[in-house]
């Protein structure tokens, strides 16, 4: 029988150490949400080794815009700086994807903003991901 099966308190010790930052990542999946008739969230879900983000907005009406997303790395050594830009087409009830980002999970941290802009009405979400939050 495995060392760890064999001793429990080893067993839930390693479980924990694995299963608690990937209930971080999912606890902060929700964060970074706007309210109102236009918002706007970004999703984090952890991948093997990766992190994908994905910026989303959500209207109570149809609507048509233009949105940015910005990724930046925080802290360590050496850094990055993701741009995405366009335009989009949302309708009431379904979230639209504006884009897709995955991130090394290495202990860097990221800083993601999203900034939504439909009409006269603008929304701005920002998430932290990993690293020193």
């Known amino acids: 029988m495995p060392y760890l099966v064999t001793h429990p308190r080893r067993l839930m010790t390693a479980l924990a150490l694995i299963l608690l930052p990937a209930g971080a990542l999912a606890a902060m999946a929700t964060s970074g949400q706007s309210d109102g ?9 952890p991948q093997a ?9 959500r ?32 309708a009431p009830g379904h979230g639209a994807t504006l884009g897709s980002v995955s991130l090394g999970s ?6 993601a903003t999203l900034d939504v802009t ?8 920002t998430q932290r991901i990993g690293g020193a939050i």
């Open 59 to 90: 209207t109570d009406r149809p609507v048509s815009g233009t949105y940015r997303f910005h990724v930046e790395s925080t802290g360590g050594s050496g850094g990055s700086n993701i741009d995405q830009s366009g335009a989009f087409d949302a």
């Open 106 to 111: 290495d202990g860097a941290g990221y800083r």
């Open 37 to 45: 008739p236009l918002r706007c969230e970004i999703h984090v879900t």
């Open 118 to 125: 439909a009409g006269d009405s603008s929304v701005h979400c």
């Open 49 to 57: 080794g990766m992190v994908a983000l994905q910026p989303i907005v």
